[in-house]
Every structure is written in structure tokens, then in C-alpha cells.
């Protein structure tokens, strides 16, 4: 895959698995086409909620060891969400900028609700394969009944299959609300944030709706780093 010039910018890893992990800036910015590149696999049906979602291949694989142990365990878990290339994030993200037009005054009001649970283009983890979302993207989902015994079986057991919650209710960090459904695959997704807090800025979040607001609220500190501490 061939890369321009003016974007490409790649730091190798040693992984655990004994390969190199080559990142891009594409890559960062979900500007990667996941259908064609070979390091993003579709997450099998019984796995997902719907066809077609794409995951980095090491991420699936431990995703499916988890959903296994937890089936064994009375606990059932299916992916509802996964890869989001820069095109998906902007249609959401242009989406709920014109539903909110009639009710805030500008810009920055407009990105500061949008971003309590969606992130701008550019910054979101989805873009990465590394990150899903399980089973609901209703908060009060996982307070009660089934969906609070599947939320306590992943705080137990998630961190065995590499996953862990970056948006926790913790009061000390920045950014999104909390996201029970939200789970990253650590081992590859915290060597993406390192580079991309090394190589992109606000010069790269750009072509959507009231992107200029990006700067103002400082997302790639407040969001993109406002996750919990990793395990």
C-alpha cells in the first residue's frame, strides 16, 4: 500500500507477537481503506450485530477468545460497533451538528454536546480497529439486570483478553462522559496514541462541520487523552 508523501509518517514496535507494528498517520485518521487492507478482518456474524464490522486482526483475535469465555460463563456479548473510517465519524458527526443548530449559538457549543459521547473526525479510537463497542450505547443499559452483570464480568475479566475501558466514570480525567460499552484492545492501542500525539495536530482535523472549534476546546488533550489510566 502506498502511501502520499505529505501525510506518511510510520514508527515501528516490536509486538508481542513478534511482528512490527508500522503506523501511519492514514492509519490514525481513519483514512485507511479497511475493506482492502489486510491487517483489519471482519468480525465473524455470531460475533456482531450486524455484518461487515472490521477489527485490527490481533484485537479480533482476543475479542473472540473473550466472547467465548464469557458465553461459558452465562455471559453473552456481541459487537455492535467497531472500525469507523474518517467518512462514517464525519457523517455522525455532521449529523448531530445540524440537529443542534437551532439550539446553540456557536461552534464550540454545538462540539462540546456532540462530544459528551461522539468524538470529532480524526480524533476517535474507532478509527484504529482497536476499540468496540458491546451490546448497547444506552448508559442505563448497564446499571441493572443483564446488562449490569455483563458490565461487571468486563471490569473482572476484560484486562485477561487485553481490553480495558478508557472512559470510566473517573472525576480525574477529561472528556467523554463515561462508556460501559466502550472497550480498547491495549497492547496495540496505547502504542497509536503515542504516535498520534506525536504527529498529529489540529492541521489535520479538518473537512466537517465546525472543525475550527477543535482548537478552542483542545480535543487532542482534553479527548483523545481524556481516557483512564490503562492497566
Not at 73 to 82: D, W
Request: glycine share 6%.
Amino acid at each position: 500500500m502506498k502511501y502520499p508523501l505529505l501525510l506518511f509518517f510510520a514508527l515501528l514496535f516490536h509486538c508481542s507477537q513478534s511482528q512490527y507494528l508500522i503506523v501511519t498517520n492514514e492509519w490514525l485518521l481513519g483514512q485507511v481503506d479497511y475493506a482492502k487492507d489486510v491487517r483489519f478482518k471482519t468480525i465473524p456474524k455470531k460475533y456482531a450485530s450486524k455484518e461487515n464490522l472490521k477489527l485490527y486482526n490481533t484485537a479480533l483475535d482476543s475479542l473472540i477468545k473473550m466472547i467465548g469465555q464469557a458465553k461459558k460463563e452465562g455471559i453473552e456479548l456481541k459487537v455492535i460497533s467497531a472500525v469507523r473510517s474518517f467518512g462514517d465519524q464525519r457523517r455522525i458527526w455532521n449529523t448531530k451538528y445540524d440537529e443542534r443548530k437551532a439550539k446553540f449559538k456557536n461552534d464550540v457549543d454545538i462540539a462540546k454536546d456532540i462530544l459528551q459521547y461522539s468524538s470529532m473526525p480524526g480524533t476517535s479510537r474507532h478509527h484504529w480497529g482497536t476499540d468496540i463497542d458491546l451490546n448497547s450505547l444506552s448508559p442505563e443499559y448497564f446499571t441493572k439486570g443483564k446488562g449490569k452483570k455483563e458490565y461487571e464480568w468486563l471490569c473482572l475479566n476484560a484486562e485477561r483478553f487485553g481490553f480495558y475501558q478508557p472512559y470510566t466514570a473517573d472525576k480525574n480525567r477529561t472528556g467523554y462522559q463515561s462508556e460501559p460499552w466502550h472497550w480498547s484492545f491495549y497492547p496495540i492501542s496505547q502504542q497509536l496514541l503515542q504516535v498520534y500525539n506525536q504527529n498529529i495536530n489540529y492541521s489535520n482535523l479538518v473537512g466537517f462541520k465546525g472543525s475550527s472549534a477543535a482548537i478552542t476546546l483542545e480535543v487532542i488533550k482534553n479527548y483523545v487523552n481524556g481516557i483512564a489510566i490503562a492497566p
